[in-house]
């Protein structure tokens, strides 16, 4: 039996190593340079398919070079071909639109002669016929005018009679109702010249506690009634269930009896009685230079329209300082700096502030009144000019249209 050796190196082989074995083996030393020539094979492949499709975009691009350069060469000479027809057809258009001028312009002077002729004769005619319907229109206006001033006349007379009728009808009427609220206001005079002082507050008494009442429905307003010690009325300010103050109400109603320093007195003494800093005087009478507002020894004086919206201010103050948790010394030192303002000048220009708005305002109210009675009156004015107006133009009319006119200048227009 010859003796086996490698292919590869040519050594000998162990004669117990089988042929499956050996191919097994030269299969597994095969693989690596097969996969080194595989890869050699393919870097080879992509550099000359590289190569290859910069090769073909040179061609390409060189290709399209001279396609472009013939392209642009074709376009220039059909530039030059159309500029040239372009050139000929403009001419010849010129040449023809001329021609047409000529010919338009040549019918047209004989049109314009034909048809001034025409014309003439027509002026001619309508210059008869216009002296006669002349004469026959003004005729016929003269009539029709005179028929409408008398019409426009007679309506603007009924018109102003009818106008006059109703104002005088509005004047008996103003004139009955002045009287009628006169007499009230004269026995409502009467009747409150003979009411005693002691009715006078009862009844400012009874206003001032029904508006605190409405106004803050949630606080106790108390009434403390004639004949008992103390003021006229004390409000409980409540915040929830919480009692966190007092505000005292001293109501004099005395704008007959005037003004008396006592009321500062007495007010003061209320402060303490009361256990509260916050006590203003309702009054309808001031000191002297005072009206709507004051401050007194520190007690505010307020008129009655305007003493709910000073409570308001005294009570959003009452309820925030019980809201602030603070000790006794604490909360008698916040009360005493909101007092202070309150009966400071700041607050008293700007609270004085509101009360000339509301007089402002009822003067305005006043004034109105005023404006509407003496509406009435350049109402009738207006009526008059507009009569008036209407006789000026109807007279302005009737001169226009009796006036003769030149013929030629009318056949013209």
């Not at 060189?62 to 000479?77: G, H, M, N, S, Y």
């Not at 010129?94 to 004769?121: C, H, P, T, W, Y």
């Not at 609270?351 to 509301?358: E, P, Y």
Request: proline share 2%; net charge positive; with cysteine.
């Amino acid at each position: 039996m010859a003796e086996r050796r490698c292919p590869v190196c040519s050594q000998p082989l162990p004669t117990a190593l089988t042929q499956i074995q050996i191919n097994s083996k030269l299969q597994e030393l095969a693989i690596p340079a097969l996969a080194e020539e595989r890869k050699r094979l393919q870097e080879e492949f992509k550099n000359q398919l590289a190569t290859a499709r910069e090769t073909a975009k040179q061609h390409a691009e060189r290709a399209l070079r001279v396609e472009i350069q013939q392209a642009r060469k074709r376009a220039e000479i059909a530039e030059k071909q159309r500029a040239s027809q372009a050139a000929e057809f403009e001419r010849k258009v010129r040449s023809e639109r001329e021609k047409g001028r000529r010919e338009a312009q040549s019918e047209l002077s004989a049109r314009i002669k034909a048809a001034s002729k025409r014309a003439d004769v027509a002026e001619a005619e309508a210059a008869k016929k216009i002296e006669r319907s002349e004469k026959q229109t003004e005729q016929r206006l003269r009539k029709e005018m005179a028929h409408a001033v008398r019409m426009t006349t007679r309506e603007n007379e009924l018109k102003l009679d009818k106008l006059q009728t109703e104002r005088e009808k509005e004047r008996l009427r103003h004139e009955a109702e002045s009287a009628r609220l006169q007499g009230q206001l004269d026995n409502l005079s009467r009747k409150l010249e003979k009411q005693s002082g002691e009715r006078l507050g009862e009844e400012g008494e009874l206003d001032l506690f029904a508006e605190l009442s409405r106004a803050f429905p949630k606080d106790r307003i108390e009434r403390i009634g004639r004949g008992k010690r103390g003021a006229d009325i004390v409000q409980h300010v409540m915040d929830g269930a919480n009692n966190v103050g007092r505000i005292v109400y001293e109501n004099k109603n005395v704008k007959v009896t005037g003004w008396s320093s006592a009321f500062i007195k007495q007010a003061g003494k209320y402060r303490a009685q009361y256990e509260t800093p916050y006590v203003m005087i309702v009054s309808r009478a001031f000191p002297k230079k005072e009206k709507d507002f004051c401050i007194e020894r520190e007690i505010p004086v307020v008129r009655p329209r305007m003493a709910v919206a000073l409570a308001s201010v005294m009570r959003d103050g009452i309820v925030v300082i019980g809201r602030l948790r603070l000790t006794g010394t604490g909360r008698d030192q916040k009360a005493h700096d909101l007092l202070q303002y309150l009966v400071s000048d700041k607050f008293a220009t700007r609270f004085k502030g509101i009360a000339d708005s509301v007089e402002g305002l009822r003067e305005h109210q006043r004034k109105e009144r005023n404006w509407h009675e003496n509406l009435w009156e350049t109402q009738a004015d207006l009526h008059d000019r507009i009569d008036k107006s209407h006789r000026e133009i109807g007279a302005q009319l009737g001169t226009i249209l009796t006036t003769r006119r030149p013929v030629a200048m009318a056949v013209r227009a």
